[in-house]
């Protein structure tokens, strides 16, 4: 069974400097993973995804992420941090031996960005 | 392009009773998935309808169930609601031949 793990609860950044959040995954075939942010009182939003070639993908509003098959990860960074950044982060994950579309999330990490 | 949209917004029950929540899907979009997003946890799958059949199920109840329409929107039915059905529901809609799933604002029910 395929499923996520976001190994942080709260990640805490100062404006500016670079940010990381984590994400770990295990799927029994080749993984689909992808990256949403979630703001208060609101729907998943859709940052990145990655689904084969380059391991570095880049989405939405400056974040990228660096999918890891020998390390079952696919961190999501972000060089420079914005205020407007914080919000709570999840990491999904669909296995292509399953078929249904099915999305796994991990439990979602909080990112504070300080002024 | 319109983006995916449910109703109602907000949703107050009493344990026993049913709801029915909606979702319609983003324009040219087939699939429909819901998931139950309990407060401080990522959403869990409940069902995904694609050309208003099931295509796949999360581990719940049958007391959960569905159905998309020819137009691709789709409900969500709950019956004998439980105080642990208290949630934000989410509907995202994909098209079969891609990946990514867009995701409504919810609906948040709260079983009293």
């Known amino acids: 069974a395929q499923s996520v793990a976001q190994p942080e609860d709260q990640v805490n950044v100062a404006e500016g400097n670079p940010l990381t959040v984590k994400c770990t995954y295990s799927v029994s075939g080749n993984p689909y993973l992808f990256w949403y942010v979630q703001y208060p009182n609101r729907g998943l939003q859709f940052l990145l995804k990655?689904?084969?070639?380059?391991?570095l993908v880049k989405g939405s509003y400056g974040f990228e992420a660096e999918f890891n098959k020998s390390q079952t990860s696919f961190h999501l960074k972000k060089p420079s941090a914005l205020v407007s950044d914080s919000a709570l982060y999840f990491c999904?994950?669909?296995?292509?031996?399953?078929?249904?579309?099915?999305?796994?999330f991990g439990p979602g990490t909080r990112l504070s960005v300080l002024p | 392009e319109t983006g995916v949209t449910q109703s109602p917004t907000h949703l107050i029950k009493t344990r026993g009773q049913q709801v029915t929540l909606r979702c319609s899907s983003q324009s040219g979009h087939n699939t429909v998935s819901w998931y139950q997003q309990a407060l401080g946890q990522g959403p869990q799958f409940i069902f995904q309808?694609?050309?208003?059949?099931?295509?796949g199920r999360g581990n719940f109840p049958p007391r959960f169930s569905g159905l998309q329409f020819p137009n691709y929107s789709s409900e969500l039915n709950v019956n004998a609601l439980e105080l642990d059905d208290s949630a934000l529901y989410l509907c995202?809609?994909?098209?079969?031949?891609?990946?990514?799933?867009?995701f409504g604002p919810g609906t948040r029910l709260l079983v009293l």
């Open positions: 999904a994950v669909r296995d292509t031996e399953n078929y249904g579309q099915n999305f796994v």
């Open positions: 990655y689904i084969t070639g380059d391991n």
């Open positions: 995202a809609s994909s098209a079969y031949s891609q990946e990514t799933q867009y």
């Open positions: 309808y694609y050309r208003e059949e099931e295509n």
